[in-house]
């Protein structure tokens, strides 16, 4: 799960102050954690966090649910661990450093706009050969056309070609790179069932009122029935059909 931090600006214009950043993650992690318990079987035991960071997204899970977590993130060197003690490698959603099989649920939540389109297709595979079978794939992918884009913080962000995004985020108030990409839950779903996932199920998603920037709630009442329709993020669970 990434969860990227804000800098010296948090709680200014756009940007979330501390304490919203951080019910944002405890509201993120809740939903994913429930989703997880609501659709494991009796007997799971392992869960892996894809796009881990520094593994508190991981710490939050083992909290929450009752499998034993580990991490990979392309960021992490060799082997590292987290906070509370769990273990994270090297790797990415196309390269598990794991054997076949090897988890009943894998969370991918805010990842996949950041792989690269090419590798969408090596991804999922890749996912689907390290679950086990009835295994899950739990996760949130942001809406990419929502009114203010959640990675730039920036008004109608994903709706520019790719070229212009770059030019355009040099308005954003946030402290990192461009790196994400357009997708939407449509391309996921329809990418994750050709290559043999069963949908489980697919929802529309958004923040509480205390997660969004006190600057703009206004907005967030006003646009809720909007929101409803054209939601922030979508979460989605798969299943990995049983063998």
């Known amino acids: 799960m990434t969860w990227k931090q804000t800098n010296g600006l948090a709680g200014v214009g756009l ?14 992690s809740s939903t994913i954690s429930q989703l997880i318990n609501d659709n494991i079987n009796a007997d799971v035991q ?27 993130d392309p960021k992490i060197e060799g082997e590292a661990f987290s906070r509370n003690g769990i273990r994270l490698f090297h790797g990415a959603a196309d390269r598990i450093p794991f054997p ?29 050969r390290v679950m086990k079978s009835g295994g899950i794939l739990v996760g949130q992918l942001p809406n990419p056309y929502f009114l203010i884009e959640s990675h730039s913080r920036l008004p109608i962000m994903g ?39 069963n949908t489980v199920m697919v929802r529309n998603f958004n923040y509480p009122a205390e997660v969004i920037p006190q600057s703009l709630r206004w907005a967030a009442q006003l646009f809720a029935p909007v929101m409803k329709i054209m939601p922030w993020a979508w979460q989605f669970v798969f299943r990995k059909p049983a063998e």
């Open 159 to 197: 709706w520019l070609p790719y070229r212009l995004q770059k030019v355009y985020w040099r308005l954003t108030p946030v402290p990192w790179e461009h790196d994400f990409y357009v997708v939407t839950i449509k391309d996921l779903r329809s990418r994750a069932e050709s290559l043999g996932f």
């Open 100 to 128: 076949d099989s090897s988890f009943d649920c894998v969370v991918l939540a805010n990842v996949y706009e950041h792989i690269f389109p090419e590798l969408y297709t090596a991804s999922l595979l890749e996912i689907k």
């Open 15 to 28: 940007l979330q102050s501390q304490e919203e950043w951080t019910q944002r993650n405890n509201i993120l």
């Open 46 to 72: 392992n869960g892996l966090d894809v796009g881990c960071q520094a593994g508190d997204p991981a710490d939050m899970l083992a909290r929450q649910t009752s499998l034993t977590w580990q991490g990979v």
